[in-house]
């Protein structure tokens, strides 16, 4: 039985190595790693005097995780810029919080192997909780210097409007 309705011949399901995040309208520039898209519902447990001795279960309120994005270190300077709103030392007493524009909707948009649009969420109401300029350093390794964002969000859905893309199929020539 086919699992994709427009690419009947396809079984795989999605790797997790093509995304793009987008905020403001402009792709974020080397972001090489999102967090898990999460969300948990808490159970309210009641009972009534006269029902038998089992517990009935309801859902409760529903909380997002925070999602952490990550780069490598370049001049780019979206991540800092947008943490710099949230919390800006020196920039004098009560101007230290952009109250008007700390928050921020994203789009995370997902794509197959072939580099198509394949699936895309909207974030919404984010701001940074977190930022960190620059890992560790060290002088005896051998690793890219990468740089995190966690944002704190009010949830998160999948744009229907993404349809499932159509494979191209490679011919010989």
Known sequence: MAQFSVNPNR???YKNLKFR???DGRYVAGVSKVSALKRTTEVVEHREGGDPSTVRRSPGQTKYEPITLERGVTHDLEFEQWANKVWNLGSGLGSEVSLADFRKDL???FYNEAGQLAMAYKVYRCWPSEYQALPELDAGANAVAIQT???QHEGWERDYDVKEPSEPSITEP
């Open 11 to 13: 079984f795989d399901p």
């Open 149 to 151: 964002l966690t944002l």
């Open 21 to 23: 995040v987008k905020w």
């Open 107 to 109: 789009i995370i948009e």
